[in-house]
């Protein structure tokens, strides 16, 4: 990979927006892109006091590789020290659960992961759905209920 990005959005219990970020990575694997876009999420969602969070992802090995039952058994993983960032952030004080869901019922978040790509460095925060992500993120909204 040359450069990636990474995206993710917020939702309130009832699914409407609350916050959306998308941020520019420079990650060499599409697995490493997707943990840095969780640990960004998280590190947000931690910011702006969010205590209970449902975090949906396509990719279910990383849901495999964060679980924290246990010792961690990927001390040699290329990607070790986010995994561990990651599985300590999953420690904090939150009610935090994970889901796999298809990359089809979640789109805005790779919508968002587009917009990164546009950056030069750097993150940008969504207080409110950007304009060209409300088709993606009705579909998904609808898709859910």
Same mark, same amino acid.
């Given at each position: ?28 694997? /599409? ?43 990927? /001390? ?70």
């Amino acid at each position: 990979m040359d450069g990636a990005g990474g995206g993710g959005v917020l939702r309130r219990e009832n699914r409407d927006w609350y916050l959306g970020f998308s941020s520019k990575f420079n990650p060499k694997t /599409p697995l490493a892109a997707e943990i840095l876009a969780m640990r960004e999420g998280l590190a947000m969602a931690k910011t702006f006091k969010v205590t209970k969070l449902e975090v949906e992802t396509d990719a279910e090995s990383l849901i495999f590789m964060l679980d924290t039952s246990g010792v961690n058994p990927y /001390p040699h993983h290329e990607l070790a020290v986010v995994i561990s960032d990651v599985r300590n952030q999953i420690n904090e004080n939150w009610v935090l659960v994970f889901k796999h869901i298809a990359r089809h019922k979640n789109m805005v978040a790779h919508h968002l992961t587009g917009m990164a790509m546009e950056l030069v460095v750097g993150h940008v925060t969504h207080f409110e759905v950007p304009p060209r992500a409300i088709t993606d993120f009705e579909k998904d909204k609808a898709a859910a209920e």
